[in-house]
C-alpha cells in the first residue's frame, strides 16, 4: 500500500471519528430537558407538599428541589430528562413525638431531677405526674407536656394505693433479711421509713437477739439492721 493511500485512510478514518463525535454533541445539546412546571408537576403526584426551591444541577443533568410538607423539609434530586428520582433526604422533621415517646422523654427529665424508682404515672392536659421512690423519700416530679421541664419536685406522703405497687413481695422481703443475719422470723409489716416505703422484717437470732431489719419495699435493698438484747 502506498504512503499516499494511507494518508488517504487515516484522514477517512479521522474525519469518521470526527462525524460520530458531532453527532453525539448535537444529540446532547437536543436532549429535551422538562421545563420547572413540568418537574413540579411530576413530583407533585408522588409527594405531597409544596417545592419551595428548584434549580438545575450537574450540568443541567438533574433538578435539585426543596419540598416542604407536615412532615418537614426535603431535598430531592430528579433526572431532568426524564424526571426519575435518584434522591430524597430529610433536612429537617416537624413530626412531634408520639404519646409514649412524650412520656418516656418526660420520664427521663424526672428521674434526672429525682433519682429513684418510678412506681405510679399520671398526666393532665399539660403534663406528666411522676411518683417516685428515691433511696430515702418518696417524691411527686411535675414535668411539662410541651418542655419535658420538671415544673416541681416535692416529697410527700405514700398514700395507701402507693404502698400496694412495691416491686418485691413480703415473702421476698423475709428471705432478703434472713439471708443478711440469719434467725427465724417472728413478724414483717410494711412501714414508711424517712419517707421511704420499707418491709420491717423482725427476726429471733440464735444467740437469744433480736434483729430488726428495713428492706427497701421497691428495690430490695438493706436500708437499715438494729439489733436488740
Known amino acids: 500500500m502506498s504512503r499516499k493511500t494511507k494518508m488517504v485512510l487515516a484522514l477517512a478514518g479521522c474525519l469518521v471519528i470526527l462525524a ?27 409527594y405531597n407538599g409544596n417545592i419551595t426551591h428548584i434549580d438545575l444541577i450537574n450540568h443541567k443533568q438533574d433538578y435539585t ?22 434522591e430524597i433526604r430529610q433536612l429537617k422533621s ?15 427529665a424526672a428521674v434526672k431531677k429525682v433519682s429513684g424508682t418510678v412506681i405510679q404515672k399520671k398526666e393532665t392536659s399539660d403534663r406528666f ?24 419536685a416535692e416529697k410527700k406522703k405514700p398514700t395507701s394505693k402507693e404502698k400496694k405497687l412495691t ?5 421476698e422481703a423475709i428471705q432478703i433479711a434472713v439471708k443478711e443475719v440469719g434467725g427465724t422470723v417472728d413478724d ?14 423482725e427476726l429471733d437470732l440464735p444467740d437469744g437477739r433480736e434483729a430488726e431489719v428495713l428492706v427497701n419495699a421497691y428495690t430490695g435493698d438493706i436500708e437499715g439492721i438494729t439489733y436488740e438484747n
Open 20 to 46: 460520530a463525535f458531532a453527532m453525539l454533541m448535537i444529540q446532547t445539546i437536543d436532549q429535551k430537558i422538562l421545563s420547572e412546571a413540568e418537574m413540579k408537576k411530576m413530583i407533585s403526584k408522588d
Open 65 to 86: 428541589m426543596t419540598l416542604e410538607n407536615a412532615n418537614g423539609i426535603y431535598q430531592i434530586i430528579a433526572s431532568s430528562a426524564s424526571g426519575q428520582m435518584k
Open 94 to 108: 416537624y413530626q412531634k413525638p408520639n404519646e409514649k415517646n412524650a412520656e418516656l422523654q418526660a420520664e427521663e
Open 129 to 152: 405526674i411522676f411518683t417516685i421512690q428515691s433511696k430515702k423519700e418518696l417524691y411527686q416530679v411535675e414535668v411539662g407536656k410541651q418542655s419535658f421541664k420538671v415544673l416541681e
Open 167 to 171: 416491686k418485691i413481695t413480703v415473702e
Open 188 to 201: 414483717a409489716d410494711l412501714e414508711t421509713f424517712s419517707g421511704m416505703l420499707v418491709f420491717e422484717v
